[in-house]
């Protein structure tokens, strides 16, 4: 049964299957964001999120910054 499953899968992995793919979602959000000449909402689209502005929300959430100021953190840090 769903519950069941949700259950086990929160026993076996620690965290609920929403949070699992939040996680998934962001940490591809991260790969696509180092790609200096990918748009942040193209990057909330390929990594999952069918709204810019919920990914936006999310990604800030986890960490603790705008995907745009973690996409020119990242660039920069690159062309240094």
Do not use: H, W
């Not at 699992?20 to 390929?46: F, G, H, N, S, T």
């Not at 999120?49 to 100021?69: A, H, N, R, T, V």
């Amino acid at each position: 049964s769903p519950s069941s499953i949700k259950r086990i899968f929160n026993e076996e992995m620690g965290c609920s299957i929403m949070q699992y793919l939040c996680d998934l979602r962001i940490e591809r959000a991260k790969e696509l964001l180092r790609q200096p000449d990918v748009y942040v909402a193209d990057v909330a689209y390929r990594s999952g999120f069918s709204d810019p502005k919920y990914f936006s929300k999310c990604f800030k959430k986890y960490e603790g910054m705008s995907p745009l100021e973690y996409k020119e953190k990242v660039t920069n840090k690159n062309d240094k």
